[in-house]
């Protein structure tokens, strides 16, 4: 079983940058397609972007320009930085591990992290 585990967020101004990490456990994350999500208090999950085992990533419109999403495979990790942060960026943030990627409902990932908390003051 895959274990995820983020790391990395806290309490930026906006303007400010911060650098996300997941880290699994378990397996390596070299065949897997890891997407990053987030969500606001009383809000759907939204997704943010993903990255191929080879290492091509995918950003929804929304989120062009400003997210990063990169991997590490000799250390298990993938990683979100996150720059010119603003307060709607305020969210817990998830790291997801798909098997066999078909889509980037929710639904459609595996295994999920714990969540790390991100929050932009104005």
């Known amino acids: 079983q895959v274990q995820l585990v983020e790391s990395g967020g806290g309490l930026v101004q906006a303007g400010g940058s911060l650098r996300l990490s997941c880290v699994g456990s378990?397996?390596?994350?070299?065949?897997?397609?890891m997407g990053w999500f987030r969500q606001a208090p009383g809000k759907e999950r939204q997704f943010v972007g993903r990255?191929?085992?080879?290492?091509?990533?995918y950003y929804p419109y929304s989120m062009r320009g400003r997210f990063t999403i990169s991997r590490d495979n000799a250390k298990n990790t993938v990683y979100l930085e996150m720059n010119s942060l603003k307060p709607e960026d305020t969210a817990v943030y998830y790291c997801?591990?798909?098997?066999?990627?078909?889509?980037?409902?929710?639904?459609?990932?595996?295994?999920w992290g714990q969540g790390t908390q991100v929050t932009v003051s104005s």
């Open positions: 990255i191929t085992a080879n290492g091509v990533t």
């Open positions: 378990g397996r390596t994350f070299s065949n897997y397609v």
């Open positions: 997801a591990a798909a098997l066999e990627w078909y889509s980037d409902e929710t639904e459609n990932y595996d295994y």
